[in-house]
């Protein structure tokens, strides 16, 4: 069974920043889409950044500019750099995976806590 694990939270002050790192196991296969979430309290889960087959990276209008996501196909792993913080940006933070063949699955990771306070 595939299971993903964040790490890389904390707590930082507005304008730091912090790299989120989201490591795969259980199986070695390769993932179509790898990306982020976000949810904060009182707020509805937010599509934060993705990284599709062909390296093509979307981010939602709140963190273009600031953050940027990567992955290493060698390690399953997805990364998310983030920049210039702001207290809007707390929120816990999900790595998920998703894989079209044979069947769609996708993957959530347990979450890390971002919190950016002065």
């Known amino acids: 069974q595939v299971q993903l694990a964040e790490s890389g939270g904390g707590l930082v002050q507005p304008g730091g920043s912090l790299r989120l790192s989201c490591a795969t196991s259980?199986?070695?296969?390769?993932?179509?889409?790898m990306g982020w979430y976000r949810q904060a309290p009182g707020k509805q889960r937010e599509l934060v950044a993705t990284?599709?087959?062909?390296?093509?990276?979307n981010y939602a209008d709140s963190v273009k500019g600031r953050f940027i996501i990567s992955r290493d196909n060698a390690k399953n792993t997805v990364y998310l750099q983030m920049n210039s913080l702001k207290p809007e940006d707390t929120a816990v933070y999900y790595c998920?995976?998703?894989?079209?063949?044979?069947?769609?699955?996708?993957?959530w990771g347990q979450g890390t806590q971002v919190t950016v306070s002065s």
């Open positions: 998920y995976a998703l894989k079209t063949w044979p069947r769609r699955n996708t993957y």
């Open positions: 259980g199986s070695s296969v390769r993932f179509n889409a």
């Open positions: 990284d599709a087959s062909g390296g093509i990276t």
